[in-house]
């Protein structure tokens, strides 16, 4: 039988499948891609918890987005940037660094469009994920957006997992356990 993990979000109640991600440590898997309904709530619940003045809402392909779309349309910005796992054909001049996160296996890439970079220069961004871990997607997100001379003034996600919820310098809605694989089995 499979384990769960039962996460709520607002009113929202989400069953949570268990996976293991290595030889000691589990987690219960969030994945917003699909699910509009979570993306709205949370999104209505993160606008309020925002108090800084920011010019653009910039997220992490692909979990966040829904999330990002949903907030910039809650908070009036009409344009939201996504930050990407790669090179794209159409991109003019990116700017890159590398990234290693908890859910992947290889260090990965974090992209910016010259074009998007040019539009943040100088500007107020806040970060919005999905779910903020160990925090690796968030640092090199945050170095990326120092490369396009943008200044971060608020990091949020839907989740803190595991020790980032006791970070003092994210906004979230809830706690997400990591689990032990020997508890799991």
């Not at 920011?54 to 908070?75: N, Q």
């Not at 930050?83 to 908890?102: C, F, H, N, Q, W």
């Not at 469009?113 to 961004?125: F, N, Y």
Request: proline share 3%.
């Amino acid at each position: 039988m499979e384990q769960t993990y039962e996460l709520k979000v607002g009113q929202l109640k989400r069953t949570l499948p268990i996976i293991p991600i290595n030889d000691t440590t589990a987690i219960a898997s969030f994945v917003l891609l699909g699910d509009s309904e979570l993306a709205h709530e949370a999104a209505q619940q993160l606008s309020t918890k925002i108090t800084e003045n920011f010019d653009y809402i910039v997220t992490l392909e692909c979990k966040g987005i829904p999330l990002a779309e949903e907030m910039s349309r809650l908070t009036n910005h009409p344009k939201f940037v996504v930050l990407r796992k790669s090179v794209k054909a159409y991109m003019t001049d990116p700017l890159e660094v590398s990234v290693k996160s908890i859910t992947t296996t290889d260090e990965q890439k974090l992209v910016l469009d010259g074009h998007d970079a040019e539009q943040l220069a100088g500007k107020h961004v806040i970060l919005v994920d999905d779910v903020i871990s160990t925090g690796g997607s968030l640092e090199a997100a945050e170095r990326l957006l120092t490369k396009a001379h943008a200044k971060t003034v608020a990091k949020c996600a839907i989740l803190a997992e595991g020790d980032a919820a006791n970070r003092t310098d994210i906004i979230y809605l809830e706690k997400l356990p990591l689990f032990s694989i020997k508890s799991v089995k």
